[in-house]
T-cell receptor
Framework: GENVEQHPSTLSVQEGDSAVIKCTYS??????FPWYKQELGKRPQLIID?????GEKKDQRIAVTLNKTAKHFSLHITETQPEDSAVYFC???????????FGGGTRLMVKP | DADVTQTPRNRITKTGKRIMLECSQT?????MYWYRQDPGLGLQLIYY???????NKGEISDGYSVSRQAQAKFSLSLESAIPNQTALYFC???????????FGEGSRLTVL
């Protein structure tokens, strides 16, 4: 089955700096890669996703890149703000709508 | 507002007791899931169901069972709870087309 590894497990940045979280996956048949954000005490929520026919996707201050050859994808957050502090999860599945395999999560702390 | 509701939100029980966590949704989604969250281990899939007559094991189904009583209801049971089942449990639904997961607020279970 699919295995997703996520790094780093914790990340501390200064407000205004950029943050990058990286994930690798094992199953070359995976084609759908979402990212979820979980604020403290809240439920995870989808923030962005990418499909294998696209190399990069951007939504305001967040972007995701995908390298299918190397089987890794990354989340980039620019101009970080305190409200970006949360746990971020990457995930993979062979298509949207099918069961997801999640990475272990990254706790991002943005210091004011 | 269409949502995913879990009960109970918090439960403390003793080793050997039977526990049921319930999930109901008003999103009209056919696909429902139960995940377990442990610190540093991300979200692990316990069971999933793509319609009322479909039940599938996930990554960590041992010690758990589920019942899909209706399109809107999916319950998780621990037949004989043990301390290493202490965790935060999330129910989720998904749109088959977009693949986005919609999580409930979580049920925190402590097994003494």
């Amino acid at each position: 089955g699919e295995n997703v590894e996520q790094h780093p497990s914790t990340l501390s940045v200064q407000e205004g700096d950029s943050a990058v979280i990286k994930c690798t996956y094992s199953d070359s048949a995976s084609n759908y890669f979402p990212w979820y954000k979980q604020e403290l005490g809240k439920r995870p929520q989808l923030i962005i996703d990418i499909r294998s026919n696209v190399g990069e996707k951007k939504d305001q201050r967040i972007a995701v890149t995908l390298n299918k050859t190397a089987k890794h994808f990354s989340l980039h957050i620019t101009e970080t703000q305190p409200e970006d502090s949360a746990v971020y999860f990457c995930a993979a599945s062979w298509e949207a709508g099918n069961m997801l395999t999640f990475g272990g999560g990254t706790r991002l702390m943005v210091k004011p | 507002d269409a949502d995913v509701t879990q009960t109970p939100r918090n439960r403390i029980t003793k080793t050997g007791k039977r526990i049921m966590l319930e999930c109901s949704q008003t999103k009209g989604h056919d696909r429902m899931y139960w995940y377990r969250q442990d610190p540093g281990l991300g979200l692990q899939l316990i069971y999933y169901s793509f319609d009322v007559k479909d039940i599938n094991k996930g990554e960590i189904s041992d010690g758990y069972s589920v019942s899909r009583q209706a399109q809107a209801k999916f319950s998780l049971s621990l037949e004989s709870a043990i301390p290493n089942q202490t965790a935060l449990y999330f129910c989720a639904t998904s749109d088959w087309n977009t693949g986005e997961l919609f999580f409930g607020e979580g049920s925190r279970l402590t097994v003494l």
